[in-house]
C-alpha cells in the first residue's frame, strides 16, 4: 500500500539483521553449542517474522523475508491469501442468492402487509356502509307497516327491493373483487414458485461452479507449491552439489597427498623388511642347525621308546591272558562255592530239620521222661509210704499191743507230700502259642495224622484250632499294638515266626504273661461270643452290661482259682478240668470265625479292663524257676529214710530180742501141742477102728459080741 | 444308479454301505468326460469317491497329473471353513457369534447377508462393516458423517426414521416402532423426521371419485388429524440426544389439504411431555410445522429446567411476541446454547425481552433471528444487552427492518465487546450514516470475525474497510490459533502499527 514507507521501514531492519547476523554465532561453525545456539536464533527469526507477517505487516514483511525466506514459504503464503479470499467470495455469492430472497420476502412482507391493511379498511369501510344501507332499509320496514295504501305499500316494497338488490350488488361486488385478488394471489403464487426453483437452480448452479472453482485453484495452488517446493529443491541441490564437489576436490586433494606420504612410508617398510630378512635368514640357519641336531636325538630316543612300546604291549598282553585265565577261574570258583554253598544249604536245612526234629523228640522225652520220672517218683514214695505205714502199724502195735503204750501217730510235712517236690512251674504265654505254633506246623507236614496228644493243659471245650484261629484274628486285629519298628523287621521273617513275634507283642502290651491269661483271653473270647449270640437274641443293649458282668464273674471265678492254685499245684488241673466241664454243659464250644473283626478291640477292651484287678494281687508271684529243683530230693527221701528215730529202733530191738525169747518158747510150745494133737488124733483113729471092728457084721455072727466084752468109751 | 449300487455292492462288498452315497455325489461326475475340469471348487471330497471303474479312479486319486497341466484335486476344504459356512447358512436359526474367534468372527461377519431380520443382528453384531453393507445395500447415498461417523447407529437412525415417516395413526400398528425399540435403544442418537402423515380420512375414502370438493368435506368432519405421538418411542430410546421434527407431509401432489399440515394441540401436549420426560435430550428442533405462539409456549414450558438441553431450533414457524418471551425465560432458565427463531414473527417486544434475558446470560453462544421484524426498538434493546453480555458470539438479525438508531449502538458495542465473532445484519436499512458508524465501532475491535452488511444501503467505501479489518483479524486469529504462547505479546507489539495501516 505503502512502497516508500515500507522501504524506509526496510533499511534498519536489514541493518539489524546484519549486524545480528555478524554477531550471531554461525550454523558452520566448529563448537557445537554455538551451532546449537546459531539454530535456536535462526528459529527464533523465522517465527518472528512469519508473526509479523501473520498480523498484517507483510507489505514490509515480504521484502522482508526475500532474503531470510524461501520461495516456497512464499508461495505458500501467497496461495493460503488466494485461496481464503475465493473462499470467501465464493462464499458471498453463493450467499448472495439468500440475502436477496430474503429482502425480497421482506418487501412481500411489507406490501402483503400494507395491501392487507388496505384491503381490511376496504371492508372496513364496505362494513360501514353497507351497514347504513341496511339499517336504511330496516327503518323503511317500519314505515312500510304504516303504510295503508297498496299503491304505495307496492312503490315502497319495490324502492326496497331495489336497496336490497343495490346491497347485494354491493356485496357480489366485494367478493368478486375479492376472488379476483385471490386469482391473482394464486397466480402470484405460482409465479414465486417458479423463482423459487429457479433461484434454487441458480443457487445450485453457483454451488457447484463454487465447488468447481475452488477444487481447481486448490489444485492450482497445490501446483504452484510444489512447483516452488520442487524450485526451492533444485536450488538447495544445486548449491550442495556445488558445495559437494568442492568438499570432494579437496578430499581428492587431500587423498593425493596421503597417498605420496603413503608411498614414502612403504618404501620405507620395504627396505626395512629386506633387512630383517637377511637377518632373519642368518638366525634360521643357525636355529636349523642346531634343529637337525635336536631331531637326531629324537628320532633315537622316539626308537627306544618303539621298543619299550612293543614290550609294554607284549606285556599287556600277557597280563590279558593272565586276567582271563583268573577270570574264568573266578568263575569256576563261584559256580564251585555256589555249589557248594547250595549243599551246605540243604546240609543246613536238613540238620535244621533234623533239629527240629530232635528238639521235638527231645521235648517229647523229657515230657516222657517228667512223666516217668513224676511216676517213678510216685512208685517209690508210694513204696516208702507203704514201708512207712507200716512201719508205724507195727510201731503202733508194738506200742499198744507189746508196750501198752498209747501210740501217736508221727506228724512230718513229708508224709504229706506227693509228686516230686519241685512247684509245677507255669508256662509262659508265649512259650504256649510257641509249641502251639509248632504243633500246628506239625499237624500240617502231617495232615491226617492221629490227633496228636494234648500235653498242652487246655481247656477241654477250646480246640487248639479254635485256639490259634483267635490269635490270629487277634494278631490282625490289634496291629496298632505292636512298634513299627518290629513290623518292618518282621516282614522278611516266615509267616508262623511273623506271627509268634506278633503275638508277642501284643501280649506283652495286654499285659498277658502266663498261660493262664491266655486261656482266659481265649476263653474270655469264646464268652463274648454266645453272649453276643444269646443276647442278640434278648435286648441289645445289656449286651454289653451283661458281658461286663459275665466277664467280672469269671474274673473272679479265675482269681479264686489261683488262689487255689497257689495253695495246691495239683488241684490245678482238676479245678481246670472241672471249670472246663462246667462250661461244657453250659456251652457248645462256638467257632471263633463267628466273631466279627470289628467286635475283636472291644472284646479287648473290655478283657483288659478285667484283667487289671487280678493281675496287681497275683504280681509278687511271678517269678518261676523253670528248671526243676532237685536239691530237696535227696533231703526228702533222707527224712522219708529216718521216719523211725533211732531210740526207737532201739527199743525194736530190744523188744526183738525179747520177742525172739519169747517166741523160742512158743515154738517149743507149739511143738507140744502139735505131739499132743498127734497122739490125740493116734487115739481117734484107734478108737474109730475099733468102733469099726466092734461093729463089723463078724461081730454079730459072733457068738460073744466083742462089745459086750468091752467098754466101749463113749463120748 | 441302481445298476451301479448292485455292481459296486458285488465289486466291493467291504464299502457297500458307504458307496450309495458316494455313487449319488459322484454319479454327474462320472458321466462328463472331464469332470475333473469343470468341477467348482467347493465340491468337497472327490478323493473319496468310489466307482466301479477303478482305474478312473486312480485318475481321480492323484493330486498332480503331469500331461494334464490344469489337472489339479480341489483341496478338501478345512473344517473350520466348512463350519464357518454353515454358522452362516444357518445364522438366522442359530447365531453362533461372539463364541469364536476374532478371525473367524470375522470371516463370518462379511459374509452375513445383509437382510437378515433385526431381532438377530441388532444387539449381537458390533461390527462396523457389516453395518457398512447393511446401509449401502439399503440406500444408495449414505452421509455416515450425520450420524457421528457409526454405520450401525446410522441404521437404526434411518431405519427408525423410514417408519416414522410413513406412519399413519389408525392404520399402521403400532407395535411396528415398538418392536423395533429393544432393538435400537442403544444405538439411536438422532431422530430426524420430515414427514409425519395424518390419519387416513374415511369420506375421502368412501369417495375417491370426487375430490373437488373434499376439503369442505374435511371441515365438515371434525377432522382429528393427530399425528403419531412421540411419547412411547422417545421414552424408549436412552441415548436420544438430538430431536429434529417436521410436522409436514411431503409428495402430497394434487391431494393437497389445508388440514393435512396441522399440528395439533394434542401432538403439541404429546410432544411437550415426551421431551419433558427425555432428559439427554440436547439438541431440539421443530421447524415448518406452524408452531404458534400457544403451543410454543406449551412447548418452552415443558423444557424449562431442562438439564441437559443446548439447542433450541424453532425456524419456520408462526411464533410471536408471546413465543419470544416464552423463550427468553427459557434462556434464564437452561443451559441453552443455540436459539434459532428465525423467519417467525417476533417484532418489538419480543425481542425487548429476549434482549433483557441475554443481558447476564452466560450460556448462550448464539443467537438467530433472521426474518422476524424486530425493527430498531427491538435492535436497540439487543444492543444494549450485548454491551454487558459476554458470552454471545453469533448474532443473526438479518433481514429485521434495523436502522441508524439500532447501528449507532450496535457501533458502540463492538468497540467494547470481545467476544462476539459475527454478527449479520444484511437486508435491513442501516443507511449511510449507519454504516460509517459501525465502520467506526469496528476500528476498535479485534475480535469481530464475520460482519455481514449486504444489501443494507451501506456505502461501499464503509463496506470494503469494514472488510479489511474483518481480514486483519482473521489473521490475528489464525494466528493466535497457530501459536497461542504469542497472542498476548503480539497484541501489545502490533497495536500502534496496526492503527496505522
Known amino acids: 500500500m505503502n512502497p516508500p514507507g515500507s522501504l524506509e521501514a526496510l533499511d534498519p531492519n536489514v541493518d539489524e539483521h546484519l549486524s545480528t547476523q555478524i554477531l550471531a554465532p554461525s550454523v558452520h561453525s566448529d563448537n557445537s553449542q554455538e551451532r546449537i545456539q546459531a539454530r535456536r536464533l535462526r528459529i527464533a527469526a523465522r517465527l518472528e517474522a512469519r508473526r509479523r507477517e501473520a498480523l498484517g505487516e507483510y507489505l514490509d514483511g515480504k521484502k522482508e523475508s526475500e532474503e531470510d525466506q524461501s520461495k516456497s514459504y512464499k508461495q505458500k503464503e501467497e496461495s493460503r491469501l488466494k485461496l481464503a479470499k475465493l473462499l470467501l467470495c465464493g462464499t458471498e455469492l453463493v450467499t448472495n442468492i439468500q440475502v436477496a430472497i430474503d429482502i425480497r420476502e421482506i418487501h412481500r412482507r411489507v406490501e402483503e402487509e400494507e395491501i392487507k391493511r388496505q384491503r381490511i379498511e376496504k371492508l372496513e369501510n364496505e362494513v360501514k356502509t353497507s351497514q347504513d344501507k341496511f339499517d336504511e332499509i330496516t327503518s323503511k320496514w317500519e314505515e312500510g307497516k304504516q303504510k295503508r295504501i297498496p299503491q304505495e305499500l307496492w312503490e315502497m316494497l319495490n324502492t326496497q327491493q331495489l336497496h336490497c338488490a343495490g346491497l347485494l350488488e354491493d356485496k357480489n361486488k366485494l367478493i368478486s373483487e375479492l376472488q379476483q385478488e385471490l386469482k391473482t394471489k394464486d397466480d402470484q403464487y405460482v409465479k414465486d414458485l417458479k423463482k423459487q426453483s429457479d433461484d434454487i437452480c441458480l443457487l445450485l448452479e453457483r454451488m457447484e461452479e463454487q465447488v468447481k472453482n475452488v477444487m481447481k485453484t486448490f489444485r492450482e495452488e497445490l501446483y504452484n507449491i510444489e512447483k516452488a517446493f520442487e524450485v526451492e529443491r533444485q536450488e538447495l541441490l544445486a548449491s550442495n552439489k556445488k558445495k559437494w564437489e568442492q568438499a570432494l576436490q579437496a578430499h581428492n586433494a587431500k587423498e593425493l597427498e596421503y597417498l605420496n606420504n603413503r608411498m614414502k612410508k612403504v618404501e620405507d617398510y620395504e627396505k626395512q623388511l629386506n633387512r630383517q630378512r637377511i637377518w632373519d635368514c642368518e638366525e634360521y640357519n643357525m636355529i636349523k642347525i642346531k634343529l637337525e641336531q635336536d631331531v637326531q636325538v629324537l628320532k633315537k630316543r622316539d626308537e627306544e621308546s618303539t621298543v619299550i612300546k612293543s614290550q609294554q604291549k607284549r606285556k599287556i598282553n600277557r597280563l590279558h591272558d593272565i586276567l582271563n585265565n583268573l577270570r574264568s577261574k573266578y568263575a569256576k570258583q563261584i559256580k564251585q562255592f555256589q555249589e557248594e554253598n547250595q549243599s551246605l544249604t540243604s546240609d543246613y536245612k536238613r540238620l535244621v530239620m533234623q533239629f527240629k526234629e530232635l528238639q521235638k523228640a527231645m521235648r517229647h522225652f523229657a515230657l516222657i521222661d517228667d512223666e516217668k520220672f513224676w511216676e517213678i517218683w510216685l512208685m517209690n514214695e508210694e513204696e516208702a509210704k507203704d514201708l512207712i505205714a507200716r512201719a508205724f502199724d507195727v510201731d503202733r502195735i508194738i506200742h499198744t ?51 496228636p496228644e494234648s500235653y498242652l493243659d487246655l481247656p477241654k471245650q477250646i480246640s487248639e484250632k479254635t485256639t490259634k484261629r483267635i490269635l490270629m484274628l487277634l494278631c490282625d486285629e490289634s496291629g496298632f499294638l505292636i512298634e513299627s519298628k518290629l513290623l518292618s523287621l518282621l516282614l522278611p521273617l516266615e509267616q508262623n515266626e511273623c506271627y509268634l513275634l506278633r503275638l508277642d507283642a501284643i501280649f506283652s502290651a495286654l499285659g498277658i504273661e502266663s498261660e493262664d491269661d491266655l486261656y482266659k483271653l481265649v476263653n474270655f473270647f469264646l464268652k463274648y461270643r454266645a453272649h453276643r449270640l444269646s443276647s442278640s437274641l434278648q435286648i441289645k443293649p445289656c449286651s454289653q452290661a451283661s458281658m461286663e458282668k459275665a466277664s467280672m464273674e469269671e474274673t473272679s471265678t479265675r482269681s479264686e482259682l489261683e488262689l487255689a492254685e497257689q495253695t495246691e499245684m495239683e488241684g490245678e488241673k482238676e479245678e481246670s478240668l472241672v471249670e472246663g466241664e462246667k462250661e461244657e454243659e453250659e456251652e457248645t464250644p462256638p467257632s471263633p470265625w463267628v466273631i466279627h473283626p470289628n467286635d475283636v478291640l472291644k472284646i479287648l477292651e473290655a478283657f483288659v479292663m478285667g484283667l487289671k484287678k487280678p493281675r496287681d494281687s497275683r504280681a509278687p508271684l511271678r517269678v518261676q524257676k523253670n528248671v526243676r529243683d532237685n536239691s530237696k530230693d535227696s533231703e526228702y527221701w533222707q527224712a522219708l529214710t529216718t521216719v523211725i528215730p533211732s531210740s526207737k529202733q532201739n527199743l525194736w530191738d530190744a523188744l526183738y530180742t525179747a520177742l525172739e525169747k519169747y517166741h523160742l518158747v512158743l515154738t517149743q510150745r507149739a511143738k507140744l501141742l502139735l505131739e499132743n494133737s498127734s497122739l490125740e488124733q493116734q487115739n481117734t483113729e484107734l478108737q474109730a477102728l475099733l468102733q469099726q471092728y466092734l461093729n463089723s457084721k463078724i461081730n454079730s455072727e459072733l457068738q460073744v459080741p466083742p462089745t459086750q466084752v468091752l467098754r466101749v468109751p463113749t463120748k | 444308479m441302481q445298476d451301479t449300487v448292485t455292481t459296486s455292492a458285488l465289486l466291493d462288498p467291504s464299502h457297500s454301505s458307504v458307496s450309495t452315497q458316494d455313487n449319488s455325489s459322484t454319479g454327474g461326475h462320472t458321466s462328463s468326460t472331464s469332470p475333473q475340469l469343470s468341477k467348482p471348487s467347493i465340491t468337497p471330497v472327490p478323493a473319496k469317491s468310489r466307482n466301479p471303474h477303478p482305474r478312473a479312479n486312480i485318475r481321480r486319486m492323484r493330486r498332480i497329473i503331469a500331461e494334464d497341466p490344469e489337472w489339479s484335486l480341489a483341496i478338501v476344504p478345512l473344517l473350520t471353513e466348512l463350519c464357518i459356512q454353515h454358522i452362516i447358512r444357518n445364522f438366522q436359526k442359530n447365531p453362533i457369534l461372539k463364541q469364536m474367534l476374532p478371525e473367524h468372527q470375522q470371516k463370518v461377519l462379511n459374509h452375513l447377508s445383509p437382510d437378515l431380520p433385526l431381532a438377530v443382528t441388532a444387539n449381537l453384531i458390533d461390527s462396523e462393516n457389516y453395518w457398512l453393507r447393511c446401509c449401502m445395500h ?62 387416513v380420512q374415511l369420506p375421502a375414502q368412501l369417495r375417491p371419485g370426487d375430490q373437488s370438493d373434499s376439503g369442505s368435506e374435511g371441515e365438515m368432519e371434525e377432522p382429528t388429524v393427530d399425528h403419531y405421538q412421540l411419547g412411547d418411542l422417545v421414552a424408549g430410546l436412552s441415548h436420544l440426544e438430538e430431536l429434529d421434527l417436521v410436522y409436514d407431509v411431503k409428495d402430497c401432489g394434487m391431494n393437497f389439504e389445508w388440514n393435512l399440515f396441522l399440528f395439533t394441540y394434542r401432538d403439541c401436549l404429546s410432544l411437550a411431555a415426551a421431551i419433558k420426560a427425555c432428559h439427554t435430550l440436547k439438541i431440539f428442533k421443530l421447524t415448518r410445522s406452524k408452531v404458534d405462539d400457544d403451543k410454543a409456549r406449551i412447548i418452552i414450558r415443558s423444557l424449562l429446567d431442562h438439564p441437559v438441553l443446548e439447542e433450541l431450533d424453532l425456524s419456520q414457524n408462526l411464533i410471536g411476541d408471546r413465543g419470544a418471551r416464552g423463550a427468553a425465560k427459557l434462556l434464564s432458565h437452561s443451559r441453552l446454547r443455540v436459539l434459532n427463531l428465525a423467519n417467525n414473527q417476533v417484532r418489538a417486544p419480543g425481542a425487548q425481552s429476549l434482549a433483557h434475558a441475554l443481558a447476564h446470560n452466560t450460556n448462550l453462544i448464539s443467537l438467530n433471528l433472521r426474518l422476524n421484524c424486530i425493527e430498531d426498538e427491538g435492535g436497540q434493546a439487543l444492543a444494549h444487552a450485548l454491551q454487558t453480555n459476554k458470552c454471545l458470539t453469533t448474532l443473526h438479525l438479518g433481514g429485521n427492518e434495523l436502522s441508524e438508531p439500532t447501528a449507532t449502538l450496535l457501533s458502540q458495542v463492538l468497540a467494547i465487546n470481545t467476544t462476539l465473532t459475527s454478527i449479520n445484519l444484511s437486508c435491513n436499512h442501516i443507511g449511510l450514516d449507519g454504516g460509517k458508524q459501525l465502520l467506526e465501532g469496528m476500528s476498535d475491535n479485534k475480535t469481530l470475525l464475520e460482519f455481514d452488511l449486504r444489501l443494507s444501503d451501506v456505502a461501499q467505501e464503509s463496506e470494503y474497510l469494514i472488510g479489511q479489518a474483518l481480514y486483519a483479524n482473521r489473521e490475528a486469529a489464525r494466528q493466535r490459533a497457530l501459536n497461542p504462547s504469542h497472542f498476548m505479546s503480539t497484541i501489545t507489539a502490533n497495536g500502534p502499527e496496526n492503527s496505522v495501516g
Open chain 2, 138 to 199: 439399503r440406500w444408495p447415498v449414505c452421509h455416515v458423517a450425520h450420524h457421528g461417523g457409526s454405520w450401525k447407529r446410522m441404521f437404526f437412525e434411518r431405519h427408525l426414521e423410514n417408519l416414522l415417516k410413513h406412519f399413519i395413526p389408525g392404520t399402521t400398528d403400532p407395535a411396528v416402532i415398538l418392536d423395533l425399540l429393544p432393538l435400537c435403544r442403544n444405538y439411536v442418537r438422532r431422530v430426524h423426521v420430515d414427514q409425519f402423515l395424518p390419519p
Open chain 1, 401 to 451: 499191743h507189746h508196750l501198752g503204750l498209747p501210740w501217736a501217730a508221727p506228724d512230718f510235712w513229708f508224709l504229706n507230700n506227693v509228686g516230686p517236690i519241685s512247684q509245677q512251674p507255669q508256662k509262659s504265654a508265649t512259650q504256649i502259642v510257641e509249641e502251639m505254633l509248632m504243633r500246628s506246623e506239625e499237624e500240617e507236614a502231617e495232615e491226617a495224622a492221629a490227633e
